[in-house]
């Protein structure tokens, strides 16, 4: 069913209907990061600490613990800034393995007292509410074992805010009520007068460019989003997602579409110690090397990779390459140094900041078709399928013994320490990530 269908039914309904049926729980864990490693650390215990990608206060903090919001260092803050504001701020280096690690055993907790519908991200889940539980209640008692079980079953220091209205998007606004801790319900009679001291982008959905809009439109509060018509929020979006939204917010649930991996990569932002070329040369290698790996694991194939470059004044460059179908390590980083000499041969920069690289046009191993002409190119084919083996051995070699126990080519054991996973705040690493 397209969206369209699916709002052409919901007109059809009685707005009202649902105002007092509770169908979804959220739980958002309260600065997730900053609180695994205070779980872990206990001289963070109870201060200021911002997560950073890297140990630079030319970096920007990734999480803060609470002790460090109170000063005013949040997502996103400079590091030079935050020090600024709270000097005493403790800066710890991600540790994205525990943070997975810790999500895993949170999962399994919150599964012994209801199931999990959707994984929203490596901080957020939502579970459907049925029978009895949409009963507020019911669903309160629910989401208050939940909170005692991540105490006792977790850690002290992992704390999380729940809310309970009657669609995920209210859900997961209702959690945002109340931090940290909390624990909120909320009900489509409720809207827009229980969030109208919200900005436009706390808001799911509205994003710098959104919030905007909307201002340039004349919208500049909760309430006067909430008042205007379901073609007017359509006219604003410029699709039919403004539509969504609009029943969204009044409590109406329609369902994700279903979406095709589009594209897999990594980026990294260099530390001081990487970022001559040619240092900078041997992380763009590593990093390809594990999207490669990721791409293998995933069985698929891509067709196009595309670098970029950000140089240390901060200009950005980029060069794309076309192939034949491949998923090995020879082929990619072929394709891969091509680019890199293109961007960097004769440029007056001397250092690099950061590096990106993606790998797309994909196609599942599964939904491709035998060559017309393979016989006439058997050499080819037996030469890509031996390069594919060979980089499927490296993968399961390094599984089984360690990331980078073997590569392709010379990598100095000192570059090992910046190739660690990392964590998109929606997307969860897979466990064999750790190893690619």
Same mark, same amino acid.
């Given at each position: ?54 140990? $630079? ?288 041969? %004769? ?16 196609? %599942? ?41 073997? $590569? ?29």
């Amino acid at each position: 069913m397209t969206l369209e269908t699916q709002l052409i039914r919901t007109k059809h309904e009685q707005i009202s209907g649902d105002d007092m049926e509770l169908n979804w729980l959220y739980l958002d864990l309260n600065s997730y990061f900053a609180s695994v490693e205070q779980q872990l650390q206990p001289k963070l215990q109870s201060k200021p600490v911002a997560i950073v990608p890297t140990m $630079t206060d030319a970096t920007c903090a990734i999480a803060a613990s609470y002790e460090a919001k109170a000063y005013g260092v949040k997502t996103g803050t400079m590091i030079y800034e935050a020090k600024k504001i709270c000097p005493e701020l403790i800066c710890v280096q991600a540790n994205h393995e525990n943070y997975v690690k810790y999500h895993h055993i949170i999962l399994a907790e919150i599964d012994k007292h209801i199931p999990i519908e959707i994984i929203s991200s490596i901080d957020e889940v939502a579970c459907k509410l049925i029978g009895s539980q949409k009963n507020e209640k019911e669903a309160r008692k629910i989401a208050n074992n939940i909170k005692i079980g991540i105490q006792n079953n977790v850690g002290q220091y992992i704390r999380c805010s729940i809310g309970i209205a009657p669609n995920r998007f209210l859900a997961k606004t209702a959690s945002n009520l109340e931090k940290p801790n909390g624990l909120q319900v909320l009900y489509s009679k409720d809207i827009p007068e229980r969030i109208k001291h919200f900005k436009l982008s706390d808001l799911t959905g509205i994003g710098k460019a959104m919030e905007y809009r909307l201002n340039k439109s004349g919208i500049l509060s909760i309430q006067e989003l909430y008042n205007i018509s379901p073609k007017h929020m359509r006219k604003i979006w410029g699709n039919v997602q403004g539509e969504k939204f609009w029943y969204m917010l009044r409590g109406k649930e329609i369902a994700d579409i279903k979406t095709k991996r589009k594209t897999i990569g990594h980026s990294h932002v260099l530390e001081p110690k990487w970022r001559l070329i040619e240092l900078a040369k041997k992380v763009m290698l590593r990093l390809l090397l594990k999207a490669a790996s990721r791409l293998r694991r995933m069985e698929y194939y891509c067709s196009c990779l595309s670098l970029s470059i950000r140089t240390e004044k901060n200009i950005r460059l980029g060069g794309k390459s076309k192939f034949y179908r491949a998923c090995d390590n020879k082929k990619l980083q072929e394709e891969a140094t091509k680019i890199w000499n293109q961007l960097t041969k %004769k440029q007056k920069f001397k250092q690099i900041k950061k590096i990106s690289i993606t790998l797309y046009n994909l196609k %599942k191993k599964s939904d491709l078709h035998p060559e017309l002409f393979q016989d006439s190119n058997k050499k080819i084919t037996l030469n890509i399928n031996r390069f594919e083996t060979l980089s499927k051995t490296m993968d399961n070699i390094n599984t089984r013994f360690g990331r980078d126990s073997i $590569t392709l080519g010379g990598l100095p054991n000192k570059i090992k320490s910046f190739s660690g996973t990392r964590i998109a705040f929606t997307r969860i690493p897979d466990k064999q990530e750790f190893y690619e």
